[in-house]
């Protein structure tokens, strides 16, 4: 079982965690300092000795920060974790802060003392973040870089993580990693740029067609690397965790130790490019003027998937598929009452592990029913694992990591006979998930310019939900990829090849929430007759196939293409699924997939 | 009658003065100058005077501007005009260039001899557009100021523009200028700005509620004004233009003549608020250090219309649609292949007429029967009028300038029996048209986060039209005002009190053309029962009232609510206007009406 429902919050574990860093602090002779979620590397996920977040406060949300100082320690979360910070922290000892509303600057300004020094790990923080929160503390408080305060005073901090890194059969990746070192260095050799750095464990295992297990529920490899305009690479790796792929690399790749990172580019002639946006502070400093900025060489190439890697995931989303709606036969065959949350994550997850194919989960399972599905970011453990009643929705997120494709799905699960405000909601969000995958939109649009359509069927009932219609989805890598996002804050163009998420949703706070979630892929779109033939269009390629619960539908607020397209959904997922699941899923499917 | 017919362009006259202003250009020492359509206030429309553009080249588009090089004359146009352009310039001496695509800058650099001098007016480039244009050139080629080269050379050029300027009175303006000019000075006082330049002449109309005739179709007053923090207004207009409106601008506002503004500029201590979209180079040269940027302080609230406005446009489009009744009642009784488009011009305009309130049209009719219709900014000349046949679509935009408000209208009229491909396209413009009228969305949201629901249905059709969905109007003003845009390109999130048009298309070259226009102002929106009454949401209100063409309407292609809005809306219209127009009108309207 990959999935553990562990309360691993000990509020109680806080106050002399954080009485110790106050005395390191002191001992440092500064007045603060910040503690990120984040590792040097940036990701969602962080291995056991970078959880100092959770260390200290004991709030294990994937982010947030805090910032302590002599009388107050602020724990920064955003909008999804304001309920679990509170039953996570001690509340006597930290005190939690709205975040982004209240910018970590202003919040400073407001509670440190004149002429405060607030000291920060330089690697934890990017140079974009550094630079946000030094502007506002303008002259009246400064920015010191120490080693890390947490680490001194954590006695029994896990080591780093040391897991043995695979190469990435062609197979999968479709392109080798000699191909793809060559375009990437002819860009930067364009710009005029000497290297890059890489600090994004998955831009690294992209490029090198490399993958590891440093990180729970991520096939990473932590590493740091320059990508240098020859098209060699340095890699600076623990010594051992890529010691079988000497022949996998060739004679191209450098490996050299982690600590080599800074001499080696102390000593770079440069220019080097950096990412404000995951570039840590250190690597900035050392490059001083030799450093350039820029975005990050491998962003958009992995985001744009290859022929290889989209028929990957769509047979990893077949094989997934195949999972989900065995587990979903089987739970529609329980009475209400009968069952957990917990019970349903088991048996979700013994599903996707009787293929071997399964890596991972691509996450913790989000099971959450009647009040528990409206926290959208709910992880059920077994002091909060909740009985699945008549009336209640069951939100039901979940994933796979498997060697072609990494999955994403969210389907929400009439139990028993839900009331009639939750079936118009779950079609007003169905139809906003059925008018994005239809959809067309000219080359050029980014997520912002069409998150939109999968909100109207909401806004029109004035409804809406907190968080972005998508996200990007890697090959084999993070679940959650930028820069692709269907979101009010995306410009990013959206490309051929980029796999998002499409999940709108609705929470209705201590009743219930819904989300609905497919994978998809951009392509182009062929102009149909009487189209625009001139207009370059693109559409979504739908991945993911698994049955949308027709109890929970009213056909009546969907117009006809929108139920036209379920049907058809729903036709090919018989099709699709139908055969590779028991016979008896078979003959639920066939139901399920019915005509609305 | 306001609108002529006649063909203004006469691509015979550009070669002889394009040769006088290359003498100008030797006489001067410098290789190229720059000749915008704008004046120095940026509107869209200019006085005779400032008609540079046109008078050099023969292009009459209201936007574009002339690059003049020793061995070639480039003629900026957008897609709007790249057809126009062709007929209006003589091609053998002027080369029409596609922009935005090609940037001045990167052609300057392609087609000037190395180390030029190229010269611009000063007065007539914003900030903005100078420093893009250097940015460009680097140290490759430079920009230099001189007196206008073109009024060298224009012999009889005419004189400024002198209208007089009446006051606005209260009942339309809502706020009188003392009150609008102490919350303005707050604003400024608060940001540390001793005074902020003021150059769009809607902006001081606004400010000081005043309204003018210097330019045709926008009832402004040509003038400078610094706005200072201590709530006064030092106005820079000829004099004479304001000479009766001393006891409404009362002490607190004081004339100069407009050769006074630099000569105040230079003397200013500062710092002086100037927004880079809109302030002239030459303005800033004179600030020099003393100028900081930052927003046109009248830009937001100007668009923010107050009660009074709202309520004054709301009685504008009621007497403006019962024009447009008339005349489409009018229209339906000719036959087809009986009526010109310029026909239909001069019998709206009529219609408007009859009433008293009508102070001028707020643009020039656009009336394009088939193929005409497909050119977005039609102009009917004398040369390209058309009959209406049978089976044409009939696209016709206008609007008027009333006291209490500014009107602008789009209705597409089939003329006996179009095509079903017309119908179908006109059903998918139709339904963006009222998928956006119904619209609610967050508070916060802009133009570019909306926009796709006006254009969704056309998409998803792989089709689509060239334009924004809607501009900003103006409260007895400029027919096109900004900031408030229904456009990709604008992130202003949108505000209780905005006018904006909601005016999606569909333009097949060489057949047909579809425009449906409605003004529509912004509201906060009242949850329904079952909404999520915590959420801020805005929503449209409709002003404009006429009847859509039901005989272009495939009612199987709108979904119910779509159908709901347009019935409820045909209602109203008819209840609205009925009582309006005469009996004849009334009887054809109750037919339009009927529910589809």
Not at 13 to 19: C, E, I, K
Request: proline residues 7%.
């Amino acid at each position: 079982m990959y999935q553990s429902f562990e309360v691993t919050a000990r509020p109680e574990q806080g106050p002399p965690r954080l009485a110790a860093l106050r005395a390191a602090m002191a001992e440092a002779g500064v007045d603060g300092f910040i503690v990120p979620r984040a590792d040097a590397h940036q990701g969602e996920y962080v291995s056991p000795r970078d959880d100092r977040l959770a260390w200290l406060t004991g709030f294990t949300g994937s982010a947030g920060f805090c910032i302590v100082l002599p009388e107050i320690a602020g724990v920064f979360i955003d909008g999804r974790y304001r309920t679990q910070v509170k039953h996570q922290v001690d509340l006597a000892h930290f005190t939690p802060v709205p975040w982004p509303e209240t910018q970590p600057g202003d919040w400073i300004l407001d509670h440190a003392p004149d002429s405060a020094r607030i000291a920060i790990d330089p690697w934890l923080h990017t140079v974009a973040q550094f630079e946000q929160i030094e502007k506002k503390l303008g002259d009246k408080v400064t920015l010191v870089r120490t080693d890390n305060l947490v680490d001194r005073v954590w006695e029994d901090q896990p080591g780093p993580a040391n897991a043995p890194a695979k190469a990435h059969p062609m197979e999968f990746a479709g392109e080798d990693h000699a191909h793809k070192r060559a375009r990437l260095a002819a860009a930067l050799e364009a710009e005029g740029h000497a290297a890059a750095v890489i600090t994004l464990p998955d831009s690294i295992c992209w490029l090198l067609n490399i993958r590891g297990a440093d990180i729970p529920r991520n096939p990473i490899v932590q590493a740091f690397a320059l990508l240098n305009a020859d098209a060699t690479v340095d890699l600076f790796v623990a010594p051992g965790k890529c010691a079988g792929l000497a022949d996998h690399l060739g004679a191209n790749v450098r490996q050299h130790p982690p600590e080599a990172l800074l001499g080696a580019l102390a000593d770079h002639e440069g220019p080097v490019r950096i990412d404000r946006g995951s570039c840590p502070v250190i690597v900035a400093d050392t490059l001083g003027d030799r450093g350039v900025e820029g975005e990050e060489p491998c962003l958009l190439p992995k985001a744009c998937k290859n022929a290889a890697e989209i028929a990957g995931s769509a047979a990893a989303h077949l094989r997934d598929g195949a999972a989900v709606v065995e587990l979903l036969a089987w739970l529609d065959a329980q009475p209400a009452g009968t069952l957990c949350e917990t019970d349903v994550v088991r048996a979700l997850e013994a599903e996707r592990r009787k293929d071997n194919a399964l890596q991972d989960i691509s996450f913790e399972t989000i099971s959450g029913t009647g009040p528990n599905g409206a926290i959208m970011h709910y992880r059920v453990t077994e002091a909060t694992d909740s009985l699945l009643e008549d009336g209640h929705l069951l939100v039901l997120d979940s994933g796979g990591q498997y060697l072609d494709g990494t999955t994403d799905i969210t389907r929400t699960i009439a139990v028993g006979t839900p009331p009639h405000e939750a079936c118009a909601a779950f079609t007003r969000v169905l139809a906003g998930m059925i008018g994005m995958s239809r959809l067309r939109w000219p080359k050029g649009l980014s997520g912002r310019d069409i998150e939109a359509i999968g909100r109207a069927p909401l806004w029109y009932a004035h409804q809406d939900f907190d968080h972005g219609l998508g996200h990007g989805v890697g090959a084999y890598l993070s679940v959650h990829e930028g820069p692709q996002r269907l979101s009010r804050v995306s410009t990013q163009p959206l490309e051929v090849g980029m796999i998002l998420s499409n999940e709108p949703g609705y929470y209705r706070e201590g009743a219930f929430g819904i989300r609905i979630e497919n994978l998809v892929v951009a392509q182009k779109a062929q102009a149909p007759q009487g189209g625009d033939a001139h207009r370059e269009m693109l559409c979504w390629q739908t991945l993911t196939f698994a049955p949308i619960d027709r109890r929970l539908i009213l056909p009546e607020l969907l117009d006809h293409p929108t139920r036209a397209w379920l049907d058809a959904y729903h036709a090919e997922t018989l099709e699709k699924i139908g055969p590779r699941v028991s016979d008896g899923a078979r003959a639920w499917l066939a139901k399920a997939c019915a005509p609305v």
